[in-house]
């Protein structure tokens, strides 16, 4: 009888080890962000710190929605690295792209979310919406690091919602006009400019239609006589774009244009083209090296006769151009190199280089440095009467040259406490 009972004992125990166990298998697979969130050896929580590498994003109103994680002034005392970047869409809406990297505790966690505004959002609308959109990617961090909090997630979201009728059929447009007077004693100058765009931006096509005037007038007054120097320029610009697969990309680009500034009362082209990414598409917010070729026919009449004795001539040019581009943790590098001919004459043509450099060195210091260089040996449309003193002082006519450049360098060194998270706008202006 004893051995009996001693039996069911421990059966009875075993019963309830077995359940034990069930149930925190139970707790494991049902909460799995308790048992895989970080600790300090300490076993306190991971404290999210995060450093905004960011492109058109409202930092302040970050800060002030989102106040359980700490900002970073430097990329080195962050565990978690946001890298945005912003490019326009078909319907004249903006994509924007959140790359979480995941530093320190967090290496290797990533990811990557998108939000996509459309043209009918207000600016306020459009902020709450990316708002929210990088408060689920630290989510996951916070979860991860223990500090489980009350995130909330406000505003109309919708997954996946996909419009079945477009009655405009992608097409946007788009109609600008802005008109500026400033002026003093002596001196006064009018801007009108006017502009119509027209585009379809689908996965396979891109079409595109601007139409530009402008209309520039300065009035000097010196030693009791008046000057007044009046510019236009007027042109229609029309590009078509057909994408092959995700590297490449054909097309044609024309146009008719007019500017008494360049002496040109009428300039039309048309210029087949062709473009390889090395890299796809997709990832052009990120990195891309592309290759453009242009050939095709530009035909010219002057306002007046030209350095050459022209007064209108038939062209035919090639413009061959390399962009590279690429956006990281260290900082963004561009540059792009382009040249151009005319067949009747080789010894016509130009080059052009552009490069662009911000880099973060250590901790707080930065660099960036940008420049520009060009040869410019194909001004066909300069005048042949020379130029007087006012006519260059004041811009009217386009002048001669073998080069232009630009350059700029910066350095800023930033030190102090390693976060700011409190937002004072007081008396800011």
Do not use: C
Not at 39 to 48: A, S
Not at 152 to 175: M, R
Not at 184 to 213: H, K, N, Q, Y
């Amino acid at each position: 009888m004893v051995n009996y009972l001693k039996k069911n004992q421990l059966t009875l125990m075993r019963m309830k080890i077995s359940f034990t166990t069930l149930f925190l298998l139970f707790l494991i697979f049902s909460h799995p962000t308790v048992m895989i969130a970080s600790t300090t050896p300490d076993g306190d929580p991971i404290e999210v710190n995060v450093f905004f590498d960011t492109e058109g994003i409202d930092l302040t109103h970050i800060r002030q929605e989102i106040k359980h994680v700490n900002y970073s002034r430097t990329s080195d005392a962050a565990n978690v690295h946001l890298l945005s970047t912003l490019q326009r869409t078909g319907g004249s809406g903006r994509q924007y792209l959140f790359y979480f990297i995941g530093a320190g505790e967090f290496e290797g966690l990533n990811d990557t979310l998108y939000y996509f505004s459309s043209p009918d959002k207000t600016n306020s609308e459009i902020r709450d919406n990316y708002t929210n959109v990088i408060r689920l990617g630290l989510a996951r961090y916070l979860a991860h690091g223990s500090q489980i909090v009350d995130v909330k997630f406000n505003g109309e979201h919708t997954v996946g919602k996909i419009e079945n009728e477009d009655k405009w059929d992608s097409w946007v447009f788009a109609i600008r006009g802005n008109t500026s007077i400033n002026g003093e004693e002596t001196e006064r100058e009018f801007d009108l400019d006017f502009a119509i765009d027209a585009e379809r931006i689908t996965p396979e096509w891109r079409v595109e239609f601007d139409v530009d005037s402008r209309y520039d007038e300065d009035w000097y007054k010196t030693d009791g006589e008046e000057i007044t120097a009046t510019r236009t320029s007027r042109s229609f610009e029309n590009l078509i774009v057909k994408s092959i697969g995700n590297h490449m990309a054909v097309g044609v680009n024309s146009g008719i244009s007019s500017s008494t500034y360049s002496n040109i009362k009428l300039n039309f082209w048309a210029l087949p083209a062709v473009e390889y990414n090395l890299f796809p598409y997709e990832l052009s917010s990120r990195k891309q090296l592309r290759f453009s070729y242009r050939l095709g026919y530009n035909g010219r009449e002057y306002l007046d006769t030209t350095i050459y004795n022209k007064i209108n001539e038939d062209l035919f040019r090639q413009i061959l151009s390399i962009a590279y581009k690429v956006q990281e943790k260290w900082g963004s590098a561009y540059t792009s190199i382009s040249t151009k001919n005319y067949f009747h004459d080789f010894d016509k043509n130009s080059f052009a280089i552009y490069s662009g450099l911000y880099l973060r060195v250590w901790k707080g210091l930065s660099l960036n440095v940008s420049g520009e260089y060009s040869i410019i040996n194909d001004r066909l449309s300069i005048l042949k009467s020379e130029a007087t003193v006012e006519e260059i002082l004041t811009k009217q006519v386009q002048q001669a040259t073998a080069y232009n450049y630009r350059l700029r360098v910066g350095l800023s060194f930033t030190f102090g406490s390693l976060y700011n998270n409190v937002v004072n706008p007081r008396l800011k202006g």
